[in-house]
């Protein structure tokens, strides 16, 4: 390698252990500081003084000290460099940059046993060095120096991949990379793909094992190779409320004024600044709102709306939004999509995810804990314990993220694919489907279902009831869209409690809470119509007839009204029992079977006969309803 141009042409140096003097001497030194000496030292020697064999110079051991004594001097690395890739929504200054929302990283290639961040500002990030585990570290408002050493005692010298990420309430305002080699740093590589996942404390990973880096967004970018970007706060709202703005407000500002915040910082002050969306366009978004908006009549209203000045912003990228796992505001976000694709936007999709996780201890947090109110919780201590127990564990948002990945994965390749339909329950005839729905411990034994012919099956089924805030029962159903009637004969049913239920149901969505309209048949109440509309709240009875088995049930669908009909066996009439009214219903719903035992100790069985749905999901339609088997 011939030497840099302010040495000597005619010499040459033997291979070295390193990296060559003079193309490390590139990176050195840093602006404001003085000359390396031995960049001087190397240069000035005259051709005597250098230890020669014919054109190469010799390896003595003064000089190799000499070498690695160059090399563990340390290197300030600017914010700047080529070679460190930021993600999310940062801002620079003359001397800084800084991350303006929870979970923004960096990522660049180190040399060295010791990296140090000069910062700004005192700080909480996670570190991920090569493959070892992450690492938080922190400082405190009490520091001066606000030099954060990240590496551990046993690093070697390198090259290490460096990644390095804003924590929740967090931001990262680094001047400098620390280093001890005067390599510094080196190309990273970085997908070309970015997908940006705005939300709540669900975004976040919020009360899980190393919160941001174990949440869905980050887990299923990994798994499909992805950079991402979390537009998220904890408590985010999508509307307006009592003067705190939401996300439809929040978004299109370059940072979570909740970040900022948490520190008294100068910057604090350019919380309201808009995003300049030009940094970046991500290749989809993904959008989980709602669990924490109260305001029903306007929140579709809402949605679209941010929908619209998103677009405005980004084109036309694949944007997702999902269902709360637990429902909320389901029928208003389906609105709101189906008016933007009625209006020619059919790159935005409605995603439920009820049945992709059920309510309990495998995927939810502490719900043993505190009982989880299915009403609007009264106090701020009530509020934050019904926040506490929707948010996910490490396996839940595992969970989330597979079932996610294949969604985004369609939209992401070139050219893009078709969204993943329904798979086939290949135990049921047509596209009829079955779960238990319900909390874990509310379900009891396993339910199951089998078939005689297209329209005959016998249903056994567990659960605690159908009843109260959250019901527990087995289900074989259909996705129904729009108008719609379902009819079916309860020709028997075997049962131990008095209470036990069987009958049809139109529902909203699959998880325990759901709004929804049931017409059938128990020992004790005889023929029934009970209904509950709105999510997590009291189910009510609409209207109770004494009858016995068999009987001819009919459900109705006209928008938003339901019209409850029955028959006696070898009769000719339909008797309405009555008509119910369920607001910002979900136009895209489920119809089917359903069957509770009323105690979780044993299973209630029933026959149904001459089972008919007509209707059925709208040709086109951009609501995605992914039929995985639970």
């Known amino acids: 390698m011939q030497m840099a141009d302010n040495c000597s042409p005619r010499h040459k140096w033997r291979t070295l252990p390193t990296h060559d003097l003079c193309s490390a001497m590139d990176v050195m030194p840093a602006v404001g500081e003085q000359p390396n000496p031995m960049q001087v030292a190397a240069c000035s020697l005259s051709p005597p003084d250098w230890p020669m064999l014919g054109d190469s110079l010799i390896h003595s051991p003064a000089y190799e000290q000499d070498v690695g004594s160059f090399l563990q001097q340390q290197v300030a690395v600017p914010f700047d460099n080529v070679n460190i890739k930021y993600f999310g929504r940062w801002r620079t200054s003359t001397t800084s940059i800084q991350s303006g929302w929870p ?10 046993p010791r990296i140090t961040l000069r910062l700004r500002q005192p ?22 120096t606000l030099e954060m050493v990240i590496s551990p005692a046993d690093l070697e010298q390198g090259p290490h991949s460096l990644s390095v990420a804003a924590s929740t309430n967090a931001s990262i305002d680094l001047e400098a990379i620390l280093l001890q080699d005067s390599r510094g740093t080196a190309p990273v590589d970085v997908s070309s793909s970015m997908i940006e996942f705005v939300g709540h404390d669900l975004t976040l990973g919020t009360h899980t094992s190393q919160s941001i880096l174990t949440s869905f967004a980050w887990a299923v970018s990994e798994m499909l190779g992805t950079e991402h970007a979390q537009i998220a706060f904890p408590e985010a709202r999508l509307m307006d409320h009592h003067g705190v703005s939401g996300m439809a407000s929040r978004y299109f500002e370059w940072s979570s004024s909740a970040t900022q915040q948490q520190h008294h910082h100068p910057q604090q002050q350019q919380a309201g600044i808009q995003w300049d969306f030009s940094s970046y366009i991500p290749a989809a978004i993904v959008i989980l709102l709602g669990r924490n908006d109260r305001d029903a009549h306007n929140y579709a209203q809402c949605l679209e709306h941010f929908l619209l000045q998103m677009r405005s912003h980004v084109g036309l990228l694949p944007i997702f939004v999902l269902s709360e796992p637990l429902g909320n505001m389901t029928g208003q976000s389906q609105m709101a999509i189906q008016r933007r694709n009625d209006q020619g936007d059919q790159n935005v999709y409605f995603v439920d995810t009820t049945y992709w996780l059920r309510y309990g201890p495998t995927a939810f947090i502490d719900v043993d804990l505190v009982p989880l109110f299915f009403i609007f919780p009264h106090t701020q201590q009530q509020q934050q314990q019904q926040q506490q127990k929707e948010n996910l564990n490490d396996a839940g948002h595992e969970t989330m993220a597979r079932k996610l990945a294949p969604l985004l994965q369609a ?22 489907q079955t779960m238990d729905v319900g909390e874990e411990m509310s379900i009891g034994l396993p339910g199951s279902v089998s078939f005689d012919s297209g329209n005959t099956f016998t249903l056994w089924g567990s659960g605690a009831d159908i009843s109260t805030t959250k019901d527990a029962f087995r289900f074989v159903y259909q996705s129904l869209s729009g108008q719609g009637t379902l009819e079916a004969t309860v020709a028997s049913q075997s049962a131990f409690a008095t209470c036990a239920k069987a009958g049809i149901m139109l529902r909203e969505h699959l998880a325990l809470g759901s709004p929804f309209v049931m017409l059938g048949i128990s020992p004790a109440e005889g023929l029934f119509l009970q209904t509950r509309r709105e999510n997590m709240q009291q189910a009510q009875w609409i209207k109770k007839t004494r009858a016995l088995p068999p009987y001819r049930l009919r459900l109705v669908r006209k928008d938003a009204l339901f019209i409850a009909q029955s028959q006696r066996i070898g009769g000719s009439e339909w008797d309405t029992l009555g008509n119910v009214t369920v607001p910002f219903i979900a136009r895209d719903m489920y119809a089917g079977l359903a069957v509770t035992s009323c ?32």
Do not use: C
């Open 599 to 630: 105690d979780t100790a044993v299973v209630s069985v029933a026959k149904f006969v001459n089972v008919t749905l007509q209707g059925g999901v709208r040709g086109g339609s951009t609501l995605l309803r992914m039929m995985y088997q639970p």
């Open 123 to 144: 700080s909480q990030v996670y570190v991920r060095i090569d493959n070892r585990k992450p690492v938080e570290y922190r400082t405190s408002d009490t520091e001066h």
């Open 103 to 112: 979970g923004a990283y960096f990522k660049t290639i180190v040399h060295g």
């Open 411 to 432: 939209k992401l390749s070139h050219p893009q694919q078709p969204l993943p339909g329904p798979l086939p329950n290949p135990n049921l005839p047509y596209d009829w």
